[in-house]
């Protein structure tokens, strides 16, 4: 039995995933689980919990809004920190920056704790947020839903350590582009702004998250251990 901690999650999707298993699993996050489990812990990653004796960190949704290339035209101008050309509305460069900064010291303190075996997902980063990064830190694996059973796109990176990547299980397949069955494939995409589009699009696709407690915590491990 393996004691893993899943950071950064309040769905218990990826919890239950690993705890079906048989392995002592808690989450934790500064907001409480959506299902009231008792094995989720309400705190900051940083605190001292990644010191407590795991042996696995599958840390699923850490800040990566700044660190990713996509928010890279918000974060600097041409070159590296410069004023940015335009800015989110209501939003100052400041607060951009702080937010960068909170993604750099959660992602690194995960990279770097002392655990065996950390998946970490995050999108591609831009060049800024490369530049903050552990020298040791691989680039990331890319997969899709659609590989593990899920007729989705999102285009998901797992930064690991310790660990296999991730083989497809069930790769279904694409709808022709533009077809009434491609456009719910790209409902995290267009899901349209409001107060829950950031925890509904960082949602983990229990897909997904079976394939990687099997590979990761089961028998498949097993046979990449030895």
């Known amino acids: 039995m393996m004691r893993i901690l899943v950071g950064c999650e309040t769905s218990g999707?990826?919890?239950?995933?690993?705890?079906?298993?048989?392995?002592?699993?808690?989450?934790?996050?500064?907001?409480?689980?959506?299902?009231?489990s008792n094995r989720h812990i309400v705190c900051d990653i940083r605190?001292?919990?990644l010191e407590e004796g795991w042996d696995l960190l599958a840390v699923m949704h850490p800040p990566c809004t700044r660190?990713?290339?996509?928010?890279?035209?918000w974060m600097s101008g041409a070159g590296k920190w410069t004023p940015p050309k335009k800015?989110?509305?209501?939003?100052?460069?400041?607060?951009?920056?702080?937010e960068f900064e909170l993604g750099v010291s959660v992602f690194t303190a995960c990279w770097d704790a002392p655990i065996e075996r950390?998946?970490?997902?995050?999108?591609?980063?831009?060049?800024?947020?490369?530049?903050r990064m552990p020298e040791d830190l691989p680039a990331p694996q890319m997969v899709q839903p659609f590989w593990f059973g899920e007729p989705q796109y999102k285009s998901t990176g797992w930064y690991l350590r310790g660990l296999p990547p991730l083989r497809e299980t069930e790769r279904?397949?694409?709808?022709?582009?533009?077809?009434?069955?491609?456009?719910?494939?790209?409902?995290?995409h267009?899901?349209?702004?409001?107060?829950?589009?950031?925890?509904?699009?960082?949602?983990?696709?229990?897909?997904?998250?079976?394939?990687?407690?099997?590979?990761?915590?089961?028998?498949?491990?097993l046979e990449y251990a030895a």
């Open 172 to 188: 279904l397949t694409e709808p022709e582009r533009e077809s009434l069955e491609w456009r719910p494939w790209n409902k995290v």
């Open 190 to 221: 267009r899901m349209p702004p409001g107060p829950e589009r950031a925890r509904l699009r960082s949602r983990s696709f229990p897909g997904m998250m079976q394939a990687a407690a099997q590979q990761w915590a089961g028998s498949v491990m």
């Open 87 to 98: 800015l989110p509305k209501g939003r100052s460069w400041t607060d951009l920056k702080e």
């Open 67 to 73: 660190l990713c290339r996509s928010g890279r035209r």
């Open 47 to 49: 605190g001292g919990i």
């Open 118 to 131: 950390v998946a970490i997902e995050n999108p591609e980063m831009n060049d800024l947020a490369r530049d």
């Open 13 to 36: 999707i990826a919890r239950k995933a690993f705890a079906a298993l048989g392995h002592d699993v808690w989450s934790c996050d500064v907001e409480p689980a959506e299902d009231r």
